[in-house]
């Protein structure tokens, strides 16, 4: 079974914290707009072939906020920052809803930053139908709800979020949606310009959607291959938001077949 440590990186000032496990070739993990739920069942298999870099957001988990990142092409300015001091430029790279925005960003400012792009439900795209959910309305409990189609059924649910929340888990939680909303809240979870700023990027692509998701509607799947055409689309069956958890399975076959191809 692979392993996983936590590593300091020191990047811009800050110490980043980033968890790393596997072996093999690198591939860059970019959590969501929650922060990184812990080695789970998606992590392992993927490890399995891959080295996973999962660095923790600034202002997530024990990584200092830094003050002088006020949006998402700022945040995503500062990962291709750790990318190019780590020397690991044209690595592979999944991102998570806003992590997601993230790595596209990174994509729009340095088509070269990566060899090959998964995005998994993404923000950053306004999408032409529905809309984003509006999270910051909800409660934690019912945010954290929301982001899986069926909770009593997704076992790893139960294991990230199930039971009695700690009074850490919670203020975890709130302290990673307030550095959320600090980034993201105006516009909403996306970038006006960034379909202008991605449109004719060639990288290879992979986008990822649950057809169950509540979160991230089709919409921003279907704006991002408006601006990609090159990009793959894999649909998840009965999936959430969260197709990592959801379908473990189905989730790391598609990954790994796009990463090998």
Known sequence: ???????????????????????????????????YTGWMTWNERLAEERTLLIPQQPGFGKTPRLDWIQDYRDLGAFYARMLREMGLEGIDAIGFSAGGFIAAEMAAANPKIFSRMVLVAPMGIKPAAGEILDFFS???????????ADPVTTVEFAKIYGGEMTPDQFEAFEDARTETARLGWDPFMHSPSLPNRLEGIRMPTLLVWGQRDGVVPRGCVEAYKDVLPQAQIAEIAAAGHRPEIENAAEFARVVKNFLSA
């Open 138 to 148: 909800l409660t934690i409990r019912t945010h954290l709800r929301a982001t899986v």
């Open 1 to 35: 079974m692979p392993k996983w440590d936590e590593e300091t990186v020191r990047t811009g000032g800050v110490d980043l914290v980033m968890v790393k496990g596997g072996s093999g070739k690198p591939l860059v993990i970019l959590h969501d707009e929650l922060g």
